[in-house]
């Protein structure tokens, strides 16, 4: 059966088909039902997510709802929410309540949303399998063997399964992309500094940035126009205002053009996943766009240069993990130095661990010009690479992935091969620019997702190829057999 | 062996901002221990730090009163190292392009020449927080009410000589960051301090010796004890044929020596590298315009006016503009003193500071005020009063008996200048003291003075000294022909 949009919801509600606390409730039950095998939630928020629904309920009942006024959603358990546990899928943070609302909590809240938990993730966000979290690996609804991605991949799972209609999460190499294309879903992922990064504990403060996970690119228009906007408290947000993205969905595709760079389809590229996303060239050009050869020369270099630029302002970020002020502590140290190399050693996993140390390298004297400063001038010259096309092209098009999911237990112990799954993603965070990943076919069993990338603040030019797309194609509405398996269907 | 000294200071002072340099939250000192640290300062899971700008527009009348570069694009960086009083593992700091480069500062050296100093650099930080070592038994307090708080930290060159002359240009530094507003410049409480580095060589090399930096001199005093005693230490250390290491050490002030800090302390790669939460800051003309406008006058000008307008000397310039409520207080004072410039700075110099050091009073709580001072000395220049008595005017003043025209009145101080009434007084002094008269007359000249003091004696004290000098000398002289 297929699942309800959150603007299928949003109608529902305001018609009054049903209330915010029913499809709260159901929400719940999903989880409760279907979370004990996917491993999707890290918190779930029963009794606030149904005083939010009731409160929401009053506000639809007063004719004052917006289009996004109780409509069940679940944050990464990244985003900090005041009075909740804001583990970000870490040990080290596994006893923190936060004492505040990150800026996309309270401007979701402030919207209406009804916050139903908080998902699993890598942790700190560092990981592309979702096996890096100190509460244990999320399974892939589509095959529970299988990887749903990272790092938020409990976000993906979570609303792949049906379990909830939208997630937020955070995308700093492609890890709201990447999880979207292995679960069948919309991952989206705006312009650096489009939706403020206040309240998203920081992994890579140059790289991160909040999106959604949604079944459609129109949900996706809908809760930005939430959550995106100048944030006085985040000096790197954009003061731009915010267009109303989903009222320019519809925008024809006609005469515009999509780039395809050659470099996204070299060898390493699954030959089912090759075949859905030519497929779903063709289907853009059914709607008039042109499509168009370009050519990428170094986007191979984004892998190396992510993982000196991001483990070196991880290693930084991480440093006030340090068991003084909050956060796991070892509980008998007996100097300064042991408290700190006990707390650290016994609160951070091994992947947290080794970027900490790569970062910590790659910034050390000696080292640091070799490293870091290279690191810095060829990210220049991928941006620039990159952004250069949107002189010719309105948006670049591409797999976002090289393969579908793959086996939990497969990569986990070959970080390489691990980093190198984001190769097609990597460069539009190297870039700061928006990206999306819609899902396209299926190898085998497996969903596939199609990449779309746009110029800087090019978020509404991507959601409406999406939009169209989507409009044209049903893959968006596939989903797992797992999916809605509860019996508390309405 | 003559030995050279070369001395470079890092003077940090704290910018008296309203809120902390990347969170909103107050500055105020003396507050309970963590009780001004908000969730930025505590350096919490997800915030992000928002430049202060007005620490932004301080930092800039540094740079235009220094007469320095002021940066267009500066860069703030985080400087990275794990202490328990750094809530965040890192402090944000400026490193390689800091907003203000190349300026300079004039200080008036102690034989009267003056020296031009380079200021390589001056740039934005926040502060850390303090830790408690002492307050609790086997453990250590963290007090963050200071983490975040703004600092600039200004770096000569290594042109300082001496130890005299690096107080004197942390005395300059100190003068000029309070006229600008930009800081209380309290060292006791840590808002104005330094490091020293210091080095020497054989008199006449180019080269610079191996150099030793001195940690968190918080006192004038203490820098010239400090530096002075390092100075000795390494001469000492090469003259015996040894070699000064490289070493951070503290100043011990109660045995007045250095010692190292241990070396676990000083072993950091700090691991600088731009803080990718704050964009480059970007300081357009419009806003240096608008901080130009707003400048005070600085020292070097008021100096200057105070020989210009008033024909003061040098040294009386330094003291009394020493602070802006200083040179205020001896402007108001001397309104309309024209040709009697010279009286106000002594009164300035003179009663009102022994007054003030005696009494432990900073000038802008001075009991007397510059109008009252002003007062007296109108009554000086008009011979209601002498000088003499002027000064227990001024201690009754001090004590708040009111002002001088009133003191004067009550106390019946008022000088006698009327020549018939003094001329009465001459004749009697003169007539009960024929053996003197007699003398002076013979051409004992001095002992006019003592037919001086007789006359004051008579009168109380109030008489016009310079009428009684002329009476005098006229009837002894007329007398003798």
């Not at chain 1, 800026?103 to 916050?115: E, N, P, W």
């Amino acid at each position: 059966m297929d699942r309800l949009t959150v603007s299928q919801l949003s109608a529902g509600l305001r018609s009054g088909e049903f209330s915010s606390e029913e499809l709260t409730r159901q929400s719940l039950a999903r989880i409760e039902a279907a979370n004990p095998s996917l491993n999707a939630f890290i918190t779930v928020m029963a009794e606030e997510a149904l005083t939010a629904a009731r409160a929401a309920d009053r506000r639809l009942a007063s004719g004052k709802a917006g289009p996004l006024t109780g409509i069940p959603l679940a944050h990464k358990d990244i985003f900090c929410t005041a009075g909740t546990l804001t583990s970000c899928g870490s040990r080290m943070l596994a006893n923190f309540v936060s004492p505040y609302d990150a800026t996309v909590v309270s401007k979701l809240a402030d919207a209406g949303i009804v916050v139903v938990g908080k998902t699993n993730m890598d942790e700190f966000a560092m990981g592309s399998s979702n096996e890096t979290s100190y509460f244990g690996p999320v399974r892939n609804p589509w095959d529970m063997e299988r990887s749903p991605g990272g790092s938020s991949g409990g976000s993906a799972a979570a609303v792949a399964a049906g379990l909830v209609p939208a997630a937020t999460g955070t995308d700093t190499g492609g890890s709201i992309r990447q999880p979207a294309a292995f679960t069948g879903i919309t991952g989206f992922k705006p312009t650096y500094g489009r939706v403020s990064r206040y309240g998203m504990v920081a992994f890579a403060s140059s790289l991160d940035q909040a999106g959604t996970l949604t079944a459609t690119a129109e949900d996706a228009a809908l809760l930005m126009e939430a959550m995106a906007g100048f944030d006085a408290r985040d000096s790197t947000s954009a003061d731009q205002a915010v267009p109303a993205y989903s009222s320019m969905l519809d925008e024809t595709l006609a005469g515009k053009t999509i780039g395809v760079p050659q470099e996204y389809f070299d060898e390493g590229l699954d030959s089912d996943c090759e075949r859905a996303i030519r497929d779903a060239l063709d289907v853009f050009v059914d709607l008039g766009a042109k499509i168009t050869e370009l050519t990428l020369p170094h986007l191979a270099l984004s892998v190396p240069t992510y993982y000196i630029v991001a483990p070196a302002e991880c290693s930084s970020n991480l440093s006030r993990y340090d068991g003084i002020r909050f956060g796991y502590r070892h509980p008998d140290a007996s100097d300064i130095g042991e408290l700190y190399t006990r707390s650290r050693q016994e609160g951070f996993g091994a992947e947290v661990k080794r970027r900490i140390m790569t970062g910590t390298y790659v910034l050390s004297a000696g080292y640091y010009d070799a490293y870091y400063l290279q690191a810095q001038k060829v990210r220049r010259l991928i941006s620039d690479e990159l952004m250069r096309c949107f002189e010719d092209v309105d948006i670049v098009a591409g797999p976002t992935t090289p393969t579908p999911a793959f086996g939990l237990g497969e990569k986990i112990d070959d970080p390489v091969q691990m980093y190198l799954n984001d190769i097609y993603t990597i460069a539009v965070n190297l870039a700061g620019a928006p990206g999306i990943s819609i899902p396209c076919g299926f190898s085998g069993t497996l969903p596939v997702g199609l990449q779309l990338i746009g110029p800087h603040f090019g978020e509404a030019t991507l959601l409406n190829f999406a939009h169209h797309y989507q409009q044209q194609t049903d893959w968006h509405t596939k989903t797992p057999a797992l999916a809605l398996n509860d019996g508390a269907d309405k | 062996m003559n030995w050279e000294t070369v001395i470079g200071l890092e003077i940090h002072t704290q910018l008296a901002t309203q809120s902390k340099i990347f969170s909103g939250e107050r500055t105020t000192y003396g507050a309970e221990p963590n009780t001004q640290a908000c969730l930025v300062d505590l350096g919490y899971p997800g915030v992000l730090p928002v430049l202060n700008s007005e620490a932004v527009a301080m930092a800039v009348k540094f740079g235009l009163a220094i007469g320095a570069t002021i940066e267009r694009r500066s860069v703030f960086a985080r400087k990275n190292y794990f202490y328990p009083d750094l809530p965040k593992g890192y402090q944000i700091s400026q490193y390689e392009l800091p907003i203000v480069s190349r300026g300079s500062v004039v200080i008036q050296l102690d034989d009267g020449g003056q020296k031009r100093v380079g200021i390589t650099r001056a740039h934005l930080e926040e502060d850390a927080g303090k830790s408690l070592h002492e307050t609790f038994k086997d453990q250590t307090g963290i007090d963050l009410n200071r983490a975040g708080t703004p600092l600039l930290e200004i770096v000569s060159e290594p042109e300082l000589s001496s130890a005299a002359e690096a107080a004197t240009y942390m005395r300059k530094i100190h003068q000029l960051v309070r006229y600008l507003g930009i800081s209380d410049g309290n060292m006791q409480e840590g808002s104005f301090r330094c490091d020293a580095n210091i080095s020497v060589r054989p008199s006449g090399d180019t080269e610079l010796g191996t150099r030793a930096e001195l940690k968190n001199l918080n006192s004038f005093r203490y820098v010239e004890k400090a530096i002075e005693f390092e100075i000795e230490r390494q001469i000492d250390v090469l003259e015996d044929g040894g070699k000064v290491v490289q070493e951070t050490r503290l100043y011990d002030s109660g045995k007045d020596e250095t010692r190292p800090m241990r070396s676990k302390e000083e072993a950091n790669d700090y691991r600088y590298f731009p803080d990718p939460d704050l964009l480059p800051l970007e300081i357009d003309e419009a806003l240096l315009d608008s901080i130009k406008e707003s400048m005070p006058e600085l020292p070097s000008e008021i100096e200057e006016r105070f020989a210009r307008d008033y024909g003061l000397n040098p040294v009386d310039i330094q003291i009394l503009t020493a602070s802006s409520e200083d040179a205020k207080f001896f402007e108001a004072s001397a309104e309309g003193l024209d040709g009697n410039y010279e009286l106000a700075a002594n009164w300035n110099k003179g009663e009102l500071r022994a007054a003030l050091n005696r009494e432990g009073v900073t000038i802008s709580d001075s009991p007397v005020s510059p109008a009252d001072l002003n007062n007296l000395l109108q009554r000086i220049i008009d011979e209601t009063i002498s000088g003499k008595t002027a000064k227990e005017v001024f201690e009754a003043m001090w004590a708040g008996e009111g002002d001088a025209d009133q003191i004067i009145e009550t106390r019946g101080l008022q000088q006698i200048s009327d020549v018939a009434a003094l001329e009465k007084v001459v004749q009697q002094v003169i007539a009960d003291n024929p053996e003197q008269a007699g003398q002076y007359r013979g051409g004992k000249q001095k002992l006019l003075g003592f037919f001086v003091g007789q006359v004051m004696q008579a009168t109380g004290g109030k008489a016009n000294p310079a009428e009684v000098n002329k009476l005098l000398r006229a009837r002894l002289d007329a007398d003798e022909n």
